[in-house]
């Protein structure tokens, strides 16, 4: 266990838990754009930078990729050269994104105005990383990737093509915080725009509707043991199997068989 204190207040901690994982076990809030707690730490927004001191030393770190290993070290989340970083950083996403809702709301919430050189008005993606953690890290794809340096820097597709690794789970959407990746299904087809990427939708072998990408199911049973036939049905039709197929449940066994 560690002793370390945060905005003067002393918490014990297991060594190696980042400090931005423990202020927000203790109720301190940190914002953050780039984390999630089911992806390894980053640190590409710099938002979570806290102050760190330490025998009349400090320094300026990100708390998602600050690991306590050490006692007696003082943190601070909203010391004066904290808030001044934070705000320049979030000016400098209003000018990426003025148009994003969650970069407005920081801005107002630290007395910032917008932008007055604003670099794209259309721009969402503020290059968290996070679409490109959750396919390569939870998914187990590498369907899209930052590509180009600098101001070019953006997150795609290899060439800019479809990709032939995406299954359409659509994760990269659901942890996406500025809402960059849209997802539209028509009734034959599921368009990811942000990606160029259109999968054929498959049909419920019972029912008939279009319930998932063509190549997900593969890739379930590619990762889990499931019943084959049970993934080429909907939700509504599987869990209709699935109570039509109790009154085959194999009490020796403890196995449930799904009806064909």
């Not at 979570?48 to 770190?61: A, F, H, I, P, Y």
């Not at 199911?217 to 909907?234: A, Q, R, S």
Request: net charge neutral; proline share 5%; hydrophobic share 35%.
């Amino acid at each position: 266990m560690a002793v370390i204190f945060i905005n003067d207040r002393e918490f014990q901690t297991e060594e190696e838990v980042t400090l931005l994982e423990l202020a927000r076990q203790k109720g301190i809030e940190i914002p953050a754009l780039c984390h999630h707690q089911a992806l390894s730490p980053y640190g590409a927004c710099r938002l979570c930078t806290v102050e760190v001191c330490k025998e009349d030393k400090s320094r300026l770190v990100t708390s998602c990729t600050y690991p306590v290993r050490e006692e007696g070290i003082s943190v601070y989340t909203d010391s004066p050269r904290v808030k001044q970083l934070r705000r320049v950083i979030v000016k400098l996403l209003l000018a990426r994104c003025p148009q994003v809702k969650l970069i407005q709301d920081l801005a107002e919430e630290m007395g910032l105005e917008g932008s007055p050189f604003p670099l794209h008005d259309q721009e969402e993606c503020i290059l968290c990383g996070l679409c490109v953690r959750v396919c390569s890290e939870v998914i187990g794809k590498n369907a899209v990737s930052f590509s180009y340096r600098g101001a070019g820097r953006k997150v795609s597709t290899p060439f800019n093509e479809p990709s032939e690794e995406c299954v359409g789970c659509t994760a990269c959407a659901f942890v996406c915080p500025t809402g960059a990746i849209k997802v539209e299904d028509s009734d034959e087809t599921r368009y990811m725009e942000f990606w160029n990427t259109k999968i054929p939708l498959r049909r419920c072998k019972e029912c008939g509707i279009t319930y998932t990408p063509e190549n997900t199911p593969e890739y379930i049973l590619g990762k889990l043991e499931l019943p084959k036939n049970l993934l080429d049905l909907c939700e509504k039709c599987r869990r209709k199997a699935v109570a039509e197929s109790l009154s085959n449940y194999d009490v020796t066994s403890r196995s449930v068989i799904i009806k064909k």
